[in-house]
């Protein structure tokens, strides 16, 4: 098949969707697809690349910075201070890379490569030129829905008055499902996360809606001992317990909720414990600011935004995978943590319970709640055998989201969605 991923969020980006789409085009193209993807242009100019291993296609199209919020590419700046205060930071000068005029590059471009099903991942500006195109050309669509509505709020500063943000937030769900509804196929990470976005009256809603993990490459991470060249590299102590929190460092991640957990885990006598925080985002300052107020900046490690293979390393040397976030349709970071082994602990919100499965592979915990959280993590590090079932039970877990049933699950999803594209177009002949 000739496959079109069109994505506003793309590799090297370091953001869950990002992950998924370039998964998505690397394993499509390895079974043997032709595969073409659609994502910004990060030097603004519209170009084009080939990976040489893969032969994915990329065309970045012409883009522009949206500077109040980095691009997820280049390391977040410190804060600005005045007189030795900080101060928030309002816009960045690496600012995140919108395609707000695609129309055009949208149209030739997929008019060359002549796709066979286009397969959608986000719901800005690239989105509304395929929903377009797809309508004139009469091509079969897939859609995604990776997020929710708080995804995009939370990052925003000018959106945080609640009532606004609750408005927000209901034009932002209404604007997402209406792309999934005018696909032919729709999918989402999980279960929970469909009965959380999709309306439960389906009268205007008639688009088959499946629940599909985003998968995770189980080759790449799975459990082996704790590098000694990764502890010296991030000056980690190998004989410390180590709470693991990787991903975005961004607001809705709440992480933290996890730093003032393990404040409080300290001051029960737990000591011999690290909280290691992998990432990048707009929410670093405030963080390492707590940890200081705090009195824990020596034990709470960051170690910025670290890539593959790399990464796969780092999750290794963890005892615990921690997150307080509420916001997730699944949790790619989450899978990766299971399918190391680590037992989790996570807030009972979004869509984590069916990876974080509370009393099989980890805690879950009301969100918000710091108290709950410190004990649930102070449950796991202090019972060995616990530790142990967990992260059995992790791993099994993991199993259910193996990216290689994922890749073949979406080529027959293409295809269902190729036969009802041919169905309509004939009901509509006659």
């Known amino acids: 098949m000739k496959i079109a991923i069109a994505s506003d969020i793309y590799y090297p980006m370091t953001n869950g969707v990002a992950v998924f789409a370039h998964n998505l085009a690397n394993g499509l193209a390895q079974a043997g697809h032709e595969v073409l993807v659609i994502a910004p242009s990060f030097t603004g100019e519209y170009y084009e690349e080939i990976d040489e291993k893969t032969g994915v296609k990329t065309a970045h199209l012409s883009s522009i910075r949206f500077p109040f919020y980095p691009d997820q590419i280049n390391p977040v700046p410190d804060n600005p201070e005045f007189l030795g205060m900080p101060l928030p930071r309002l816009t960045y000068k690496n600012g995140i890379w919108w395609t707000v005029n695609p129309w055009v590059e949208v149209k030739k471009v997929l008019d060359e490569f002549q796709p066979d099903v286009i397969h959608l991942q986000t719901a800005e500006f690239i989105a509304l030129a395929v929903m377009s195109y797809v309508k004139k050309r009469d091509v079969p669509l897939v859609s995604t829905g990776h997020a929710y509505p708080d995804n995009i709020t939370d990052q925003l500063f000018f959106l945080q ?36 976005l999709i309306p439960k009256n389906r009268k205007y809603f008639k688009v088959p809606v499946e629940a599909l993990s985003n998968g995770v490459d189980l080759s790449q991470f799975k459990p082996a001992p704790a590098s000694t060249e990764i502890l010296k590299k991030y000056q980690l102590d190998d004989g410390k317990y180590k709470i693991m929190y990787i991903g975005r460092v961004d607001p809705e991640k709440s992480i933290d909720v996890v730093v003032k957990a393990f404040a409080l885990l300290l001051a029960d006598g737990i000591s011999n414990t690290e909280l290691v925080i992998v990432g990048d985002g707009i929410d670093m ?146």
């Open 161 to 196: 008055p609640k009532p606004l943000k609750k408005l927000s937030n209901a034009i932002l769900k209404a604007h997402m499902m209406s792309f999934l509804k005018n696909s032919e196929y729709a999918t989402m990470p999980t279960e929970i996360a469909i009965g959380d």
């Open 285 to 430: 300052a405030r963080l390492k600011e707590l940890t200081e107020d705090l009195g824990i900046s020596e034990e709470v490690k960051f170690l910025g935004k670290i890539m593959m293979p790399e990464l796969a390393k780092v999750y290794r040397m963890g005892t615990i995978f921690a997150t307080g976030s509420e916001t997730e349709t699944q949790g790619i970071v989450l899978i990766e943590a299971a399918a190391t082994g680590l037992p989790l602990v996570a807030v009972n919100a979004g869509a984590v319970g069916e990876i974080c499965v509370n009393g099989v592979n980890g805690e879950l915990v009301e969100a918000g709640n710091v108290e709950a959280f410190k004990e649930a993590m102070k449950k796991i590090l202090l019972d060995k055998k616990l530790q142990k079932e967990y992260s059995k039970n992790s791993l099994e877990i993991s199993k259910k989201h193996d990216l290689r049933h994922t890749l073949k699950r979406f080529e027959e999803i293409y295809e269902e969605a190729i036969r009802l594209k041919h169905a309509e177009i004939e009901a509509k002949a006659e």
